[in-house]
């Protein structure tokens, strides 16, 4: 048998076998999801119904595709939830796609180990991949480090090969290795952390090459900008404001250690032995340094070229990679374990040839106890490994999440398509019961059910109290909750607005417990017909701003189908169908344009407002500000310059420096240093004087 197709007979073995190991798991072990893999899940659903593939969607459009992924890019769920459209929906057959990634991750590895040092060091490197703890509870939790991961290796490993100086220069290799990188920055931004150090490397000794390299670095970022662009021209105002959130707020709320300290640097690598396993940190580190000792001769033996008998620039893009990747990592204010996951395999295949060392060392000394010890080597890195990854899956076993979730959904109307469009307003919020697995389990099977959760303000008591149908309580351990969410409960328990349904155990002494509006319950004027006022507070100004995204924030909680719009939205449009000039109408859509991310619909209402109200400096200035978030700074400016002929409103000023500058007049920044304060401080002025 030819040993390539050995070897990839091997390779795909090791596959198998860990899939058959995780379908195990995820029958018997996994337990409920918790937030982040309920969010996930939720996401995965959301792309699954919006191409049409699940129940209860339909396809509508890129934009509406584009609207479900306003903080994370989209890829990962768009294939995550074709899976489930072929697996099944629960979060176990969900996890298929967990294995195809995984696939993909030992198939990349593969390929590079080959490249780098030949079969040994790629099987020993696919092996200890398959098995090491960090790796391993990637492919059993479902978030979007192992799609990460998996597409990383394949985009470093690609561009390597383009960038190699001997087998490199083919245009094939610079779109394949473009696209992985458009791939990989479409599962998750963080791909940029390792994207950005090889981008610069490569930079810098572009003109050390030839001019084709050029053409094909300019030609490969085109690809990958062009293909992110929709998505970022879609979502760019609410992922700088995720990111801001889940980067630098997360670490500092969670307290993650400052740039510049000690504990900053050594924040990764002293998790490693957790992640990967010790005795693969040590047999590879030392067998490493034995290989150092050995041809050591000179410092510049030390370098890779004299270092690795192999591919010597396979191993330096590697180390430089490793490097790179790690210093923008560690720079990163937010730490967690997995934001590492993408460096593993990497580092992986360094300690692999570690491993080899002592392989080609033992051989050496005595060849004839070590004859063909390859075998004994791929077993002692099994055994070596199988402790560490042992001892995880046991800690994981005793911290899975149990609780009476589905049975809860179901009650509440959830995972039934013939039931109307629900809320479940969650107010506590626990590993085995909030917000997103609510959702996800109750719009399995095409269900209309979702979750949301309100307390965090004591305000939401009374809006809770006027308009919420259903809500789940709990008995005993609240979760990550405010003071807040126990005045709701307790004002809940003692209004004659809600009468228990049910009560569920939670098999440790506490219960959650579900309610549901009495039929004798007062009513109260419903968002949709209070919203039209909200909108013509607009015309107020920045005081008009505070109320109206208060209000669309809580009920947007209290109606999580958003059903409101589409009344308010026929309302408004009779109303245009009488009187086209109708101002409470176009500030009713204006509203709603914007709450659905759509500015070039509202700059429309917002330029007709401005005829209708040539004295409101307000509609001006909302149709700049939605025109600029539209990516046409040149429009802005002009209706800007226009409206400063009437109006001697500062923001103006500052908006059409802001839009000048941002259309390529950059020696307006002078002006705009001096009216962008001016118009924040009117704007905090404004807000601290309506709060």
Same mark, same amino acid.
């Given at each position: 048998?030819?040993?390539?197709?050995?070897?990839?007979?091997?390779?795909?073995?090791?596959?198998v076998?860990?899939?058959?190991?995780?379908?195990?798991?995820w029958?018997?072990?996994?337990?409920?999801?918790?937030?982040?893999?309920?969010?996930?899940?939720?996401?995965?659903?959301?792309?699954?119904?919006?191409?049409?593939?699940?129940?209860?969607?339909?396809?509508?459009?890129?934009?509406?595709?584009l609207?479900?992924?306003p903080?994370?890019?989209?890829?990962?769920s768009l294939?995550n939830?074709?899976?489930?459209?072929?697996?099944?929906?629960?979060?176990?057959?969900?996890?298929?796609?967990?294995?195809l990634?995984?696939?993909?991750?030992?198939?990349?590895?593969?390929?590079?180990?080959?490249?780098?040092?030949?079969?040994?060091?790629?099987?020993l490197?696919?092996?200890?991949?398959?098995?090491?703890?960090?790796?391993?509870?990637?492919?059993?939790?479902?978030?979007?480090?192992?799609?990460?991961?998996?597409?990383?290796?394949?985009a470093?490993?690609s561009?390597?090969?383009?960038w190699?100086?001997?087998?490199?220069?083919?245009?094939?290799?610079v779109?394949?290795?473009?696209?992985?990188?458009?791939?990989?920055?479409?599962?998750?931004?963080?791909?940029?952390?390792?994207?950005?150090?090889?981008?610069?490397?490569?930079?810098? =000794?572009?003109?050390?090459r030839?001019?084709t390299?050029r053409?094909?670095?300019?030609s490969?970022?085109?690809?990958?900008?062009?293909?992110?662009?929709?998505?970022?021209?879609? =979502?760019?105002?609410?992922?700088?404001?995720g990111?801001?959130?889940?980067?630098?707020?997360?670490?500092?709320?969670?307290?993650?250690p400052?740039?510049w300290?000690?504990?900053?640097?050594i924040?990764?690598?002293?998790?490693?032995?957790?992640?990967?396993?010790?005795?693969?940190?040590?047999?590879?580190?030392?067998?490493?340094v034995?290989?150092?000792?050995?041809?050591?001769?000179?410092?510049?033996?030390l370098?890779?070229?004299?270092?690795?008998?192999?591919?010597?620039?396979?191993?330096r893009?590697?180390?430089?990679?490793?490097?790179?990747?790690?210093?923008?990592?560690?720079?990163?204010?937010?730490?967690?374990?997995?934001?590492?996951?993408?460096?593993?395999?990497?580092?992986?295949?360094?300690?692999?040839?570690?491993?080899?060392?002592?392989?080609i060392?033992?051989?050496s000394?005595?060849?004839?106890?070590?004859?063909?010890?390859?075998?004994?080597?791929?077993?002692?890195?099994?055994?070596?490994?199988?402790?560490?990854?042992?001892?995880?899956?046991?800690?994981?076993?005793?911290?899975?999440?149990?609780?009476?979730?589905?049975?809860?959904?179901?009650?509440?109307?959830?995972?039934?398509?013939?039931?109307?469009?629900t809320?479940?307003?969650?107010?506590?919020?626990?590993?085995d019961?909030?917000?997103?697995?609510?959702?996800?389990?109750?719009?399995?099977?095409?269900? =209309?059910?979702?979750?949301?959760?309100?307390?965090?303000?004591?305000?939401?008591?009374?809006?809770?109290?006027?308009?919420?149908?259903?809500?789940?309580?709990?008995?005993?351990?609240?979760?990550?909750?405010?003071?807040?969410?126990?005045?709701?409960?307790?004002?809940?328990r003692?209004?004659?607005?809600?009468?228990?349904?049910?009560s569920?155990?939670?098999?440790?002494?506490?219960?959650?417990?579900?309610?549901r509006?009495?039929p004798?319950a007062?009513?109260?004027?419903?968002?949709?017909?209070?919203?039209?006022?909200?909108a013509?507070?607009?015309s107020?100004?920045?005081?008009?701003?505070?109320?109206?995204?208060?209000?669309?924030?809580v009920?947007?909680?209290?109606?999580?189908?958003?059903l409101?719009?589409?009344r308010?939205r026929?309302i408004?449009?009779?109303?245009?169908a009488?009187?086209?000039?109708?101002?409470?109408?176009?500030?009713?859509?204006?509203?709603?344009?914007?709450?659905?991310?759509?500015?070039?619909?509202?700059?429309?209402?917002?330029?007709?407002?401005?005829?209708?109200?040539p004295?409101?400096?307000?509609?001006?200035?909302?149709?700049?500000?939605?025109t600029?978030?539209?990516?046409?700074p040149?429009?802005?400016?002009?209706?800007?310059?226009?409206?400063?002929?009437?109006?001697s409103?500062?923001?103006l000023?500052?908006?059409?420096?802001?839009?000048?500058?941002?259309?390529?007049?950059?020696?307006?920044?002078?002006?705009?240093?001096?009216?962008?304060?001016?118009?924040?401080?009117?704007v905090?002025?404004?807000?601290?004087?309506?709060?």
């Amino acid at each position: 048998m030819n040993s390539n197709f050995r070897f990839w007979v091997f390779v795909t073995s090791i596959w198998v076998l860990s899939t058959i190991v995780d379908r195990v798991w995820w029958s018997h072990y996994a337990g409920l999801p918790s937030w982040d893999q309920a969010d996930y899940l939720n996401s995965a659903l959301d792309h699954g119904r919006a191409l049409g593939l699940l129940p209860g969607g339909q396809w509508k459009g890129v934009a509406a595709l584009l609207d479900l992924s306003p903080k994370i890019p989209p890829l990962a769920s768009l294939v995550n939830g074709t899976v489930i459209a072929l697996a099944g929906d629960s979060p176990s057959q969900a996890a298929w796609s967990l294995s195809l990634w995984h696939g993909m991750l030992l198939f990349g590895v593969a390929l590079w180990g080959l490249r780098l040092s030949g079969q040994i060091v790629a099987l020993l490197s696919v092996v200890f991949v398959a098995i090491t703890p960090a790796l391993l509870q990637l492919r059993l939790d479902y978030l979007l480090e192992m799609p990460l991961t998996a597409v990383m290796t394949l985009a470093i490993s690609s561009l390597g090969s383009w960038w190699h100086p001997k087998t490199g220069e083919k245009w094939s290799q610079v779109f394949t290795a473009a696209l992985l990188c458009l791939s990989a920055v479409m599962i998750k931004q963080s791909a940029l952390l390792l994207l950005i150090p090889m981008f610069f490397y490569a930079s810098w =000794n572009i003109f050390t090459r030839s001019k084709t390299y050029r053409y094909q670095l300019f030609s490969g970022v085109l690809v990958v900008v062009i293909g992110v662009l929709p998505w970022l021209h879609h =979502n760019w105002i609410t992922t700088l404001g995720g990111t801001n959130r889940a980067v630098i707020e997360s670490a500092a709320r969670e307290g993650d250690p400052m740039l510049w300290t000690l504990e900053n640097w050594i924040w990764y690598p002293r998790i490693l032995p957790g992640q990967l396993g010790s005795a693969v940190l040590l047999v590879g580190v030392s067998g490493l340094v034995l290989l150092i000792l050995r041809r050591q001769k000179s410092c510049r033996d030390l370098l890779p070229d004299k270092l690795f008998a192999d591919d010597s620039y396979e191993w330096r893009w590697l180390i430089c990679t490793l490097v790179g990747g790690w210093l923008l990592t560690s720079i990163s204010p937010n730490k967690g374990d997995r934001y590492i996951a993408p460096l593993l395999p990497l580092l992986v295949l360094l300690l692999a040839r570690g491993w080899m060392q002592w392989n080609i060392w033992l051989r050496s000394r005595w060849p004839i106890f070590f004859k063909g010890s390859f075998s004994y080597l791929l077993f002692a890195s099994v055994f070596a490994v199988l402790p560490a990854s042992w001892l995880s899956q046991k800690s994981r076993l005793s911290q899975r999440h149990e609780g009476p979730l589905e049975e809860i959904v179901i009650a509440a109307g959830g995972a039934n398509p013939n039931l109307p469009p629900t809320t479940l307003i969650v107010v506590p919020s626990t590993p085995d019961l909030n917000q997103h697995n609510v959702s996800y389990f109750g719009r399995r099977t095409g269900g =209309n059910l979702v979750g949301r959760q309100l307390g965090s303000s004591k305000d939401d008591i009374d809006l809770v109290l006027k308009y919420a149908q259903w809500l789940v309580l709990a008995e005993g351990d609240q979760g990550s909750v405010r003071d807040s969410a126990l005045l709701l409960d307790r004002a809940v328990r003692a209004s004659d607005v809600f009468v228990m349904v049910r009560s569920f155990p939670r098999g440790n002494g506490d219960s959650y417990s579900l309610w549901r509006r009495s039929p004798e319950a007062p009513s109260f004027p419903t968002f949709a017909s209070t919203f039209p006022s909200l909108a013509i507070g607009l015309s107020q100004g920045l005081k008009g701003l505070e109320p109206v995204f208060s209000a669309v924030a809580v009920h947007h909680m209290l109606d999580g189908h958003f059903l409101y719009q589409d009344r308010v939205r026929e309302i408004a449009v009779r109303k245009l169908a009488v009187n086209a000039l109708d101002a409470d109408a176009h500030w009713s859509l204006a509203l709603l344009s914007v709450l659905a991310n759509r500015p070039g619909q509202a700059a429309k209402h917002f330029a007709v407002l401005e005829k209708i109200s040539p004295e409101n400096p307000w509609p001006s200035i909302y149709q700049c500000v939605v025109t600029i978030a539209n990516w046409n700074p040149w429009k802005a400016k002009a209706i800007a310059n226009e409206a400063q002929k009437i109006h001697s409103n500062p923001l103006l000023f500052g908006i059409a420096d802001l839009s000048s500058v941002l259309s390529g007049a950059v020696w307006r920044l002078p002006q705009l240093k001096r009216s962008l304060p001016k118009s924040i401080e009117v704007v905090e002025k404004s807000l601290s004087s309506s709060g």
